[in-house]
T-cell receptor
Framework: KAGVTQTPRYLIKTRGQQVTLSCSPI?????VSWYQQTPGQGLQFLFE???????NKGNFPGRFSGRQFSNSRSEMNVSTLELGDSALYLCASSPGTGIDTQYFGPGTRLTVL | QQQVKQSPQSLIVQKGGISIINCAYENTAFDYFPWYQQFPGKGPALLIA?????SEKKEGRFTISFNKSAKQFSLHIMDSQPGDSATYFC??????????FGTGTRLQVFP
């Protein structure tokens, strides 16, 4: 099975812009979770989507949003970018039906200038 | 109550030695404890995981020890190799909930 794929792998934006990141989960997985990884804060949970519905949400401002499509692919959007949004954004997929192993993609490295 | 505390922050071990990383949690509702390994430029990869109904799980050179009463769990890497040099994260979650990660341990194994 193909793993979790994320596009793009690298992104450079300027403050105030918005960005959309994409994640394709492992085939058959219905849950997609997003995490932000920074040297200072570590891995922090953003949100999780299961069957096109947001099932869990972390403590991030409303500028961070996401959605999931009927094929389980997910997108994450960050509006009005700030310098502090520079991070590695990781997507993880799992079957979503219980205590499931989460499989991570390689991440999208976002740099905000 | 949602935190997972991980130590040490960094670890230097000689080749062939034992690497030990510790984690502690507060939320007794957690019932899944995975360890992830992350190499630079890559996403975290699941190494080994344990449920609280067992006290130890071993997979090759990697062993998780779990102490439910102390709310602690640890990763032991036996016969550490230079290829094990990476950042290791412990995590905890409860059913269908998010993973709460520890702060990570950077392991360096010298030949």
């Amino acid at each position: 099975k193909a793993g979790v794929t994320q596009t793009p792998r690298y992104l450079i934006k300027t403050r105030g812009q918005q960005v959309t990141l994409s994640c394709s989960p492992i085939s058959g997985h219905r849950s997609v979770s997003w995490y932000q990884q920074t040297p200072g804060q570590g891995l922090q949970f953003l949100f999780e989507y299961f069957s096109e519905t947001q099932r869990n949400k972390g403590n991030f401002p409303g500028r961070f949003s996401g959605r999931q499509f009927s094929n389980s692919r997910s997108e994450m959007n960050v509006s009005t970018l700030e310098l502090g949004d520079s991070a590695l954004y990781l997507c993880a997929s799992s079957p979503g039906t219980g205590i499931d192993t989460q499989y991570f993609g390689p991440g999208t490295r976002l740099t905000v200038l | 109550q949602q935190q997972v505390k991980q130590s040490p922050q960094s670890l230097i071990v000689q080749k062939g030695g034992i690497s030990i990383i510790n984690c502690a949690y507060e939320n007794t509702a957690f019932d899944y404890f995975p360890w992830y390994q992350q190499f630079p430029g890559k996403g975290p990869a699941l190494l080994i995981a344990i449920r609280p109904d067992v006290s130890e799980k071993k997979e090759g050179r990697f062993t998780i020890s779990f102490n439910k009463s102390a709310k602690q769990f640890s990763l032991h890497i036996m016969d550490s190799q230079p290829g094990d040099s990476a950042t290791y994260f412990c995590a905890a979650s409860k059913k269908t909930d998010k993973l709460i990660f520890g702060t990570g341990t950077r392991l360096q194994v010298f030949p």
